[in-house]
């Protein structure tokens, strides 16, 4: 059974950092793409970064280029996203989701908030 | 970037009705378009995928169309579970941007 189980979420005020992780289990990790996607309370769904199956293709939505950087460990199944320099409409619940193009497994998700 | 416009916004039909859902892309996009279903507290759901294919163990009252800029997601027959919010994603090119949600009510 595919799992994947995000950590990492938490408060932070403006300015701050935060790491996300991914835990995959239950598929061959390293041989797909990732994803990280989010979504604003109350708000639509917005792709966010994703990141080819050996780590060499990397791409972001503007909003968070030279902010967010997206890495994976294969020998640990594991997904990251490093956050800086976070700012209030960072705030959301970010998933992680399996795949290039249409995303058919996702996390449970962990909730980011971004308030002084 | 590529916008994705979903329109109505949100619906309200009777059990039983015929729901269409449109999703139009600024710019061709080919059939590299995604819907997904997101019921309330939930993780999002993939429904169809390149345009017109259903996901495994989909209903098959759920169906997909169109090519290029113009797409439809249609719900032949209302049930009471479909009640979510629904989203386009275009993953044709970086970055895949997701249209803005049609939430559909029960009437």
């Known amino acids: 059974e595919v799992q994947l189980v995000e950590s990492g979420g938490g408060l932070d005020q403006p300015g701050g950092s935060l790491r996300l992780s991914c835990a995959a289990s239950g598929f061959s990790f390293s041989n797909y793409w990732m994803n990280w996607v989010r979504q604003a309370p109350g708000k639509g769904l917005e792709w966010v970064a994703n990141?080819?199956?050996?780590?060499?293709?990397?791409y972001y939505v503007d909003s968070v280029k030279g902010r967010f950087t997206i890495s994976r460990d294969n020998a640990k199944n594991s997904l990251y996203l490093q956050m800086n320099s976070l700012r209030a409409e960072d705030t959301a619940v970010y998933y992680c989701?399996?795949?290039?193009?249409?995303?058919?497994?996702w996390g449970q998700g962990t909730l980011v908030t971004v308030s002084s | 970037d590529i916008q994705m416009t979903q329109s109505p916004s949100s619906l309200s039909a009777s059990v039983g009705d015929r729901v269409t859902i449109t999703c139009r892309a600024s710019q061709g996009i080919s059939n590299f378009l995604a819907w997904y279903q997101q019921k309330p507290g939930k993780v999002p759901k993939l429904l169809i995928y390149a345009a017109s294919t259903l996901q495994s163990g989909v209903p098959s009252r759920f169906s997909g169309s169109g090519s290029g800029t113009d797409f439809t997601l249609t719900i032949s027959s209302l049930q009471p579970e479909d009640v979510a919010t629904y989203y386009c994603q275009n993953y044709n090119s970086a970055p895949w941007t997701f249209g803005q949600g049609t939430k559909v009510e029960a009437k």
């Open positions: 990141i080819n199956e050996d780590g060499s293709e990397k």
């Open positions: 989701a399996r795949g290039w193009g249409y995303l058919l497994y």
